[in-house]
T-cell receptor, first 109, second 116 residues
Framework: KQEVTQIPAALSVPEGENLVLNCSFTDSAIYNLQWFRQDPGKGLTSLLLIQSSQREQTSGRLNASLDKSSGRSTLYIAASQPGDSATYLCALTGNQFYFGTGTSLTVIP | EAQVTQNPRYLITVTGKKLTVTCSQNMNHEYMSWYRQDPGLGLRQIYYSMNVEVTDKGDVPEGYKVSRKEKRNFPLILESPSPNQTSLYFC???????????????FGEGSWLTVV
């Protein structure tokens, strides 16, 4: 069974700091990797999609990488802002979707 | 505006009373899916549908039914709800047609369901 793990479960950083969120998984052979943001009481918003044949994607201050051989993905957030405070989830996505339990990020002004 | 709309957003019901949570999308997406989100367990997929009249079980389908008679709608049916189905439910849709298509997914706002 596919397992997706995100460590740490919670992270608190001062504004302006660069940070890395981690995602590990057991089987990436036939999946894309996607990062989402979830604000309290809200649905998920897709941030970045890395297709199975790709190694990274960038959008603004966000950069996500995918290393299928090691079963890892990272989401790099540059120059963090208080508005970045949210829960970040990674997911392996194909016909079925497998989500990690998320990292709750707090950026302190 | 691209939207996935779920109803109801909040519901308290009693054990055994059948209920349906509706989901509708306006993006002509082939792929639709349902998830439940529970503390410590994250999001788990209940059912998904690749197109009209095509549905498949996700990780936690027990106690749920779905149907896909129209492309835009994908209702989630709880025939006999039990307290362990108390959860936050999300519907989502995507243009997914395979790995090469990419699959940015759009989520509804969620439906808070309490079964007493």
């Amino acid at each position: 069974k596919q397992e997706v793990t995100q460590i740490p479960a919670a992270l608190s950083v001062p504004e302006g700091e660069n940070l890395v969120l981690n995602c590990s998984f057991t089987d990436s052979a036939i999946y894309n990797l996607q990062w989402f943001r979830q604000d309290p009481g809200k649905g998920l918003t897709s941030l970045l999609l890395i297709q199975s044949s790709q190694r990274e994607q960038t959008s603004g201050r966000l950069n996500a990488s995918l290393d299928k051989s090691s079963g890892r993905s990272t989401l790099y957030i540059a120059a963090s802002q208080p508005g970045d405070s949210a829960t970040y989830l990674c997911a392996l996505t194909g016909n079925q979707f497998y989500f990690g339990t998320g990292t709750s990020l707090t950026v302190i002004p | 505006e691209a939207q996935v709309t779920q109803n109801p957003r909040y519901l308290i019901t009693v054990t055994g009373k059948k209920l349906t949570v509706t989901c509708s999308q306006n993006m002509n997406h082939e792929y639709m899916s349902w998830y439940r989100q529970d503390p410590g367990l994250g999001l788990r997929q209940i059912y998904y549908s690749m197109n009209v009249e095509v549905t498949d079980k996700g990780d936690v389908p027990e106690g749920y039914k779905v149907s896909r008679k129209e492309k835009r709608n994908f209702p989630l049916i709880l025939e006999s709800p039990s307290p362990n189905q108390t959860s936050l439910y999300f519907c989502a849709s995507s243009s997914w047609t395979g790995l090469a298509s990419g699959n940015t997914i759009y989520f509804g706002e969620g439906s808070w369901l309490t079964v007493v």
